[in-house]
Structures are given as structure tokens and as C-alpha cells.
């Protein structure tokens, strides 16, 4: 339904009332036909932009949706740890600058927060979100120091699809050696409600993303799970009907088979929209989420010790 003449601003007034009013159900049927759009309009309402500052907004491929954005908290000093946030979207919509609530909630804690977009389907299908993930990740070892971010200290993260794109940029090295760079010099990677273990594949989702790769087994981020991997977080609800809580039981399965336990965090009665709802007001009152992941980024990112010795002095 339009509102004529009410513009952004009072179009998000009317639907942070009706969030309001209908609490989680109202949101959950929006973010249902993907308008993340609201759940960012009613957290700047509600949080206000005051703690971060967009330091960059670049392109870092030739196509419209190679792009991105990068916040540092306000009156930042120093080189900061980068968290590379990739959106989800069933891989076929979705844009960053919708999830700038990500940016919100984690920048203020002492991150650089880069918001990757990707090209989507039906433009490319597998491997061309990866192949975008790791020029992204290219541009911020490029260009994240001008900007106020650490590129020694980059930690890739994701939602849904966006999982996914992560865990498979930190587990399988081609996609990030293609653009000189190791996968190993990633800090870690942190999914949230992803999709890694989804072959045979039985949704419109995965058949048009990934039926026509040659190898199906080998698009999956269990095929790939390595001794050597960087440290890994999982998050998912155990009420998840959209992306079931089993792929993160087995990627944690097939972590600890490679030898490396992956740390899994099961939330109990959260939904796959719950998970992402979290990181935005009014819904992070439930901090499960960011109680889940905060320690695992400064854990991963702590300086190394002759850094900070250095730094000592």
C-alpha cells in the first residue's frame, strides 16, 4: 500500500507504528517478502545514526550491485578490525544499504563495518556470488586502512545466503586466491542462520543458484571443512523452517571430523527472521545474538602480542 505525499519519513512512522502495535508478527510478515528496508528504517528511528560515520561508499566491481559501504564509529582513532557483512536474500535480492542496522550495532563496539554487496540471480549464479565476495574482500585489503579499518584483522560475516557466501570465502581457498589473497589470513568467519549442507537441492533458491554447477557437491561449504580453516562461529534459531537448524549441526560435524571444533549456537524458539532481527531495535532486547557474537570478534581480532607491545611503546 502507498502513502502519497508521506515520503520516507512518514512512510517508516507508519510502519514503526504498525511494528509497534503488532509487535514480532507485523515485522516477521514484512521481512517475509524481504522489505529489510523496514526493520533499518524503524532501527535509525528508533537508535539514530549518531554513533557511526559512513566513511566510505565505493564500487568495487564494474556491475551496479558490486558495491559497498563502510562505517566506523564516530571519533574513531587507530586502525580498526573490519567485519564484512554479506545480506542474505535466497542469492536473489537484497541490498546493503538496507542492513545498515548491521553497521549500528557493531560499529560502536569498536568495529570498521563493511556492508558487501553482490550480483544476483537470475544476472549470475554459482560461483558468482563468491567470485564478488572475494573481490570485495580484495577492496577492503586494498583501501580499508584509508579509511580507518585494520586489513591484517578482517572477520567475514553473513546472513541466510549471506552465510553461506561467507563460510564458503573462509573454508574454500580458490575463491579468495583468484584475487591474491589467502583465506587463512581471514580472522574468521561468523554465520548467522546459513545454508551448508543443501544438496540434493529442493528449493526454487538453491535449484536456480546452483543446479547448473557441474560439480553440486563441491558448492557446499561441508565439502570443504579443513583442519586448518580459520576460527568459525554458527548461529541459527531451532525454529528455523526457512534454512533448517541441520546445516549448522553438520558443518560442526564435519569441522570436527577435519579435527577443528566449530562453535555452534543454537537459539532456542528463534525463527530465521529472528536472527537478523536481533541486531536492530526495537529487537535487540534479546541480545542473544550479539551475545553470541561480540566475544567470538574480539577474541579473533585481539591484536597480536607483538602488536601490542608495540603499541606499548
Known amino acids: 500500500m502507498a502513502f502519497p505525499g508521506w515520503g520516507w519519513l512518514g512512510w517508516s512512522l507508519a510502519m514503526l507504528a504498525l511494528i509497534v502495535a503488532g ?27 549518531g554513533d557511526v560515520v559512513l566513511a566510505a561508499s565505493e564500487r568495487y566491481g564494474p556491475d551496479p550491485a558490486q558495491k559497498l559501504e563502510m562505517f566506523v564509529p564516530r571519533g ?12 542474505g536474500g535466497s542469492w536473489a535480492s ?10 549500528r550495532a557493531l560499529a560502536p ?21 563468491l567470485e564478488d565476495g572475494a573481490l570485495a574482500l580484495r577492496w577492503v585489503a586494498d583501501h580499508a586502512a584509508a579509511h580507518g579499518g585494520d586489513s ?5 560475516m553473513g546472513h541466510s545466503a549471506g552465510a553461506y557466501n561467507a563460510l564458503m570465502l573462509a573454508l574454500d581457498r580458490r575463491w579468495l586466491a583468484a584475487r591474491g589473497l589467502s583465506a587463512d589470513a581471514l580472522r574468521g568467519a561468523v554465520g548467522v542462520s546459513g545454508p551448508y549442507a543443501f544438496y540434493p537441492f529442493d528449493t526454487p533458491a538453491a535449484i536456480h543458484s546452483f543446479g547448473q554447477a557441474p560439480d553440486p557437491q563441491d558448492t557446499q561449504p561441508v565439502a570443504h571443512a579443513r583442519g586448518d580453516a580459520p576460527p568459525l562461529l554458527v548461529v541459527t ?6 534454512v533448517k537448524p541441520r546445516n549448522s549441526i553438520a558443518l560442526a560435524r564435519a569441522m570436527a571430523t577435519a579435527g577443528v571444533p566449530l562453535h555452534a549456537i543454537l537459539l532456542k524458539g528463534a525463527s530465521h527472521e529472528d536472527t537478523i532481527k536481533m541486531l536492530a531495535r526495537p529487537f535487540d532486547r534479546d541480545r542473544r545474538v550479539l551475545d553470541a557474537i561480540l566475544p ?8 597480536a602480542s607483538g602488536a601490542v607491545q608495540a603499541a606499548a611503546q
Do not use: C, E, K
Open 94 to 103: 537484497g541490498d546493503p544499504q538496507n542492513y545498515r542496522f548491521v553497521a
Open 23 to 49: 509487535g514480532g508478527t507485523a515485522l516477521a510478515l514484512a521481512l517475509r517478502t524481504n522489505a529489510v528496508a523496514v526493520l533499518d528504517n524503524a532501527d535509525w528511528l528508533l537508535r539514530g545514526g
Open 76 to 87: 574513531a582513532h587507530g586502525p580498526l578490525p573490519v567485519i564484512v557483512f554479506i545480506h
Open 109 to 129: 563496539q569498536g568495529y570498521a563495518v563493511v556492508l558487501a554487496g553482490y550480483r544476483l540471480y537470475p544476472r549470475v549464479r554459482y560461483p558468482g556470488m
Open 296 to 303: 567470538f570478534l574480539a577474541r579473533v581480532t585481539a591484536p
Open 152 to 156: 591484517s584483522r578482517v572477520v567475514v
Open 237 to 242: 534459531g531451532d525454529a528455523d523452517t526457512v
